[in-house]
């Protein structure tokens, strides 16, 4: 299903958000994260869809994984702040606070942190400039990958009570893993469809525990 990036779905989502009654998951042990699944226009056809990342290889940390773009937040910071801190380190994009449309639900994961997923609209993506020491490549994703029939592809884990969530991407012929999958299957859920759909339980592969 394509979507055109255009008032209608800008209102749409914000709609479905504003709807959305999103989970806090307060756990003293977890450190906090802040991402953003930001959507855009994803080519001169004016299709709609969302920036994703990949780590380079060189990193300590998650090496070569894809992820939305954020990370920690700092100490005295709030969520929304570092997500748009995160988004002018690491993506050279400068948002106020307007530009962002709600949130999803918060998704503890294997690696100790606490990560709560903003949504954001940006317009105007001239000042887009990926930092190479912590993006490899930036994609724009179009919002026409998660309506394919085989989203999302779920797998009975040997551990945990629930099963592992991916999803297959067509337009990079690649397929990523929770958390980064399972927050962007909620945002088609919750925010394109008005599905009020939790992800958290959703279990991650190993490689995403460290």
Known sequence: MRLSFDDALRSRIRANLDRFQSIDHEDPGLRHAAVTLAVVRAGESGEAGFLLTQRPETLNRHAGQFALP???????EGDLDA????????LGLQLAPEAFLGRL????????FRIRPF??????????APDPSEVAHCYRVPLADLFRPHVPVLREAPYGDHPVLSIRF??????IFAPTAAMIYQ???????????RVAHFEQPRFAWC
């Open 105 to 112: 639900d918060d998704f503890p994961t294997r690696s100790g």
């Open 119 to 128: 949504v954001a609209w940006i317009e105007d993506l001239a000042t887009l």
């Open 170 to 175: 067509e337009s990079l012929d690649d397929e």
């Open 83 to 90: 997500a748009r801190r995160e988004l002018a380190e690491e």
């Open 187 to 197: 945002f088609r859920e919750v925010a394109l469809e008005g599905r009020a759909t």
């Open 70 to 76: 954020g990370g920690r937040v700092d100490a005295g």
